[in-house]
């Protein structure tokens, strides 16, 4: 007769919502499970901590592995091992040392990430900077620095402001094009001009890769060893080792192409 009410106290046990807490200051907290985390000032989370939403303004700092449904950074949040989040928002200065996994991260600033990116789709604005890249969709405006392979089925990069490297890039449409950063939006133009005087990228705008594969590529201010697709168009000041295309191939008269072949 007692297992009932022992099954209906569990029960109530489990149901038992999950507490939020404020970090302020330069105060610490030893991580855990919770529903809400905010941390204001330069407080840091010392274990692995997980949460429905975080919250972090100033400069925040999280020793452990952080799995969160949500993830908001205002200022500079630094991560010291991986990142599991559905929604990943940062504005100012993201850093992971581990590996990214997200459905959406939205970035404006700085983002450096020390391991592998897993994202659906990623937009950011300012200075890129990981080891490898899986993505449904990749929107960049400004510089982007991958040492392996981008991947996504749609690749789009406004490079604006500097020197950008990626490695290899594949997708089903990939678009490459010299940005005016920021000539629109007053915002996005300082931002340009902060990144320049801190040195994140020089004052001209190109890409370089080893190999760009895709259905569809347009590119400008590339320079690549291999370019692949069924319809591919090489813009001004561009610089192509070989282009292999299946269907169409359009070449501006400043671009520089060694070799092109239609397979």
């Not at 407080?43 to 692995?48: E, K, L, M, R, S």
């Not at 001004?236 to 520089?256: D, F, M, N, Q």
Request: net charge neutral; with cysteine.
């Amino acid at each position: 007769m007692n297992a009932p009410a022992l099954d209906h106290e569990a029960e109530t046990q489990k149901a038992k919502p999950k507490e939020s807490v404020t970090v302020r200051g330069a105060g610490e907290l030893s991580g855990g499970e919770y529903d809400r985390v905010r941390v204001f000032g330069s407080g840091a989370v010392i274990g692995d901590l997980c949460a429905q939403h975080i919250r972090s303004v100033g400069g925040g700092k999280f020793r452990g592995r952080v799995e969160t449904g949500s993830l908001s950074i205002i200022g500079a949040g630094e991560f010291a091992a991986d990142l599991v989040a559905e929604d990943v928002k940062g504005i100012g200065a993201l850093s992971v040392k581990g590996r990214l996994e997200a459905n959406r991260l939205l970035a404006v600033g700085a983002c450096a990430i020390g391991g592998r990116v897993f994202v659906e789709e990623v937009k950011t604005v300012g200075a890129l900077n990981c080891t490898a890249l899986e993505a449904t969709s990749c929107r960049v405006r400004g510089g982007v620095e991958i040492e392996g392979l981008l991947s996504a089925d749609t690749v789009l990069l406004h490079i604006g402001g500097g020197h950008s490297r990626v490695g290899d890039i594949g997708g089903e449409r990939v678009e490459v094009w010299r940005s005016n950063f920021g000539k629109r939006n007053p915002l996005l133009k300082a931002l340009g001009a902060l990144m320049i005087n801190l040195g994140v990228f020089g004052t001209r705008s190109s890409l370089q890769a080893r190999t760009i594969e895709a259905d569809e590529v347009t590119l400008e201010n590339t320079r690549a060893d291999v370019v692949r697709g069924k319809r591919v168009e090489i813009g001004p000041r561009c610089e192509i080792g070989r282009v292999e295309y299946s269907e169409t191939l359009r070449v501006h008269a400043s671009a520089k192409l060694t070799e092109e072949q239609k397979i």
